[in-house]
């Protein structure tokens, strides 16, 4: 009786059912564990007659914190299974690639002379073939800058090549000589593809369809269709004088020539001013000036 008076002033917030046996705490608490295993001990002396035996000394109540300890430890042994997992796979990964290449530099040492002499033969075959295909783009004008005479032609050169680079020009025009003149040192170090030239003022159909409006302005085609267009001296610096690099640098962002080229590291230019440009398009009819400078004309 005092023991539970003193449970009842000490923490009011407990449960006694009828019998006295369960004790239900609502704010846990270690005082009121050790009453309920009071109270058990208690109980089990009343219900025994004789000695007794296997009298439980801790109490069945568990506290949420011990829980909250499990789920952590339960959540962290998840996350080192995931990152073992993740590691073995990388080690599978990389140990087949090992695999690979052993097996390879297994086969280079293991080869005979019959093994060495396919490999040549099949090297040489493939240097015939490249060689033979050089020969027919050569044949196709390739590795000189030429000039496609009518109109007409345009679409079968560009169905014959693969790659073609054509630049519609002006002849009183000054910085069509400039793109002459770097893709005339273009054409014989890119034979892989078509580079030639054509007259703006003869062909004023296809400049309305391709809708050429300033000159000089290179059309690239790829496969018989138009990939892009260098339009002026924009991408190029917007300088008379930037370096045949530059063009080169220029032609291989677009895929139309083989070029390593990096769109964030252009080459360097001059160190001259630039001048004062202005567009002006093609006219149908007139004999306007279509040069981005007003004055070459």
Not at 130 to 153: D, F, R, S, V
Request: aromatic share 6%; glycine share 6%; proline share 5%.
């Amino acid at each position: 009786r005092i023991t539970r008076q003193c449970i009842s002033l000490l923490n009011p917030l407990i449960l006694f059912d009828s019998e006295f046996r369960n004790v239900i705490p609502l704010l846990p608490s270690g005082l009121v564990q050790h009453s309920s295993a009071q109270q058990e001990r208690r109980s089990l002396r009343r219900k025994s007659s004789g000695n007794v035996t296997n009298i439980p000394t801790k109490s069945t109540f568990t506290s949420a914190e011990p829980i909250h300890l499990e789920r952590s430890s339960v959540r962290s042994t998840a996350n080192m299974d995931v990152s073992k997992l993740v590691e073995q796979q990388v080690l599978q990964a990389a140990q087949a690639v090992e695999e690979q290449i052993d097996a390879e530099m297994a086969r280079l040492d293991n080869m005979d002379e019959d093994d060495l002499d396919r490999l040549h033969q099949k090297r040489l075959e493939a240097l015939k073939k490249q060689a033979a295909k050089k020969q027919e783009l050569l044949q196709l004008g390739h590795g000189q800058y030429t000039e496609i005479p009518e109109e007409k032609e345009f679409f079968p050169v560009c169905q014959k090549s693969p790659r073609v680079v054509c630049h519609f020009y002006r002849e009183s025009t000054f910085r069509c000589k400039i793109v002459d003149k770097h893709l005339a040192l273009l054409a014989p170090k890119h034979v892989g593809t078509k580079f030639c030239k054509i007259d703006a003022e003869k062909c004023m159909w296809l400049c309305e369809r391709l809708k050429v409006r300033t000159l000089p302005t290179i059309c690239l085609v790829i496969d018989a269709k138009t990939k892009d267009f260098v339009v002026g001296f924009d991408d190029l610096g917007g300088v008379d004088d930037f370096p045949t690099e530059m063009m080169e640098w220029r032609l291989g962002l677009s895929g139309v020539i083989d070029c390593d080229a990096d769109p964030t590291n252009p080459p360097t230019l001059g160190q001259k001013p630039k001048g004062q440009r202005g567009r002006k398009a093609i006219r149908g009819g007139g004999g306007g000036d279509s040069d981005d400078d007003s004055d070459d004309d």
